[in-house]
């Protein structure tokens, strides 16, 4: 089965649209959370996952302070008014949504959460000490995670506790094998690793591989429609470097 795996879309259409797009036919999509915050298209993401019918979507940090869940006031201070203004424009059905889902889960050989399997809303692991700490708090061979915006790879070493980062490869497909490994697709709507396109994965779970992808996105599009929903400034640019 071909599995697309989205994280962290963040209420950015143009951006989702283009990975739905280049990914193309699929037998089935996983969401790992953050749906909504910092863009101006929560309800159209929301619309749009729901519609692909995912056989899996977690909750992120981010959906779950729109609805109050968390207190806005541990984010900064663009992420606040992003936050507080999705609030005021999200439909009552798809809040209702994002209340249905869980921030962590289980696929088969995968341990899912939004954050990471120690802390599932909201912890970055994003270096090889806090990777090798999460290894011990889920017991299957692997952990899809997001949050950090970035795509990674983080392989246990032995059983010591030590682990590797690995960069991936954009489109070479990663064979898993017999070494436990923590993946990160990336984001598709605000990528941080200094690559402004958006990030996703294709998970072939008979084939057993993991291929991270790239595809442009019209930016301009998406940084438009903030401008007019009067969302920080500092949201808007940062989209046109992937930071």
């Given at each position: 089965m071909r599995i697309l795996i989205v994280s962290d879309i963040h209420a950015n259409l143009a951006a989702f649209e283009a990975v739905l797009a280049d990914a193309g036919a699929v037998d089935a999509v996983l969401c790992l959370g953050?749906?909504?915050?910092?863009?101006p298209d929560p309800n159209e993401?929301?619309?749009?996952?729901?519609?692909?019918?995912?056989i899996v979507s977690?909750?992120?940090?981010?959906?779950?302070?729109?609805?109050?869940?968390?207190?806005?006031?541990?984010?900064?201070?663009?992420?606040?008014?992003?936050?507080?203004?999705t609030q005021t424009v999200l439909t009552p059905d798809h809040r209702a949504y994002l209340a249905?889902?869980?921030?962590d889960g289980r696929l088969g050989d995968f341990t899912l959460a939004h954050a990471s399997p120690r802390y599932p809303v909201w912890e970055y692991i994003l270096d090889t000490v806090t990777a090798a700490e999460n290894f011990e708090h889920f017991s299957t061979p692997y952990c899809l995670v997001g949050h950090t915006h970035a795509a990674s790879i983080f392989q246990q070493i032995g059983s010591n506790g030590s682990c590797d980062l690995l960069l991936p490869e954009y489109g070479v497909p990663?064979?898993?094998?017999?070494?436990?490994?923590?993946?990160?697709?990336?984001?598709?709507?605000?990528?941080?690793?200094?690559?402004?396109?958006?990030?996703?994965?294709?998970?072939?779970?008979?084939?057993?591989?993991?291929?991270?992808?790239?595809?442009?996105y019209p930016i301009e599009q998406t940084q438009a429609r903030m401008r007019e929903a009067g969302l920080p400034h500092r949201l808007i640019?940062?989209?046109?470097?992937?930071?």
């Open positions: 953050d749906i909504v915050g910092y863009g993401c929301v619309a749009r996952l729901r519609a692909l019918n995912p977690l909750s992120g940090n981010h959906d779950w302070a729109t609805l109050g869940k968390l207190d806005v006031e541990d984010f900064n201070g663009d992420a606040q008014k992003a936050i507080r203004w249905g889902l869980p921030p990663w064979g898993l094998g017999k070494q436990r490994l923590i993946l990160n697709p990336g984001s598709v709507g605000q990528p941080r690793d200094a690559d402004p396109r958006a990030a996703y994965a294709i998970l072939d779970d008979e084939a057993r591989t993991w291929e991270a992808r790239r595809v442009a640019a940062r989209l046109s470097y992937g930071w």
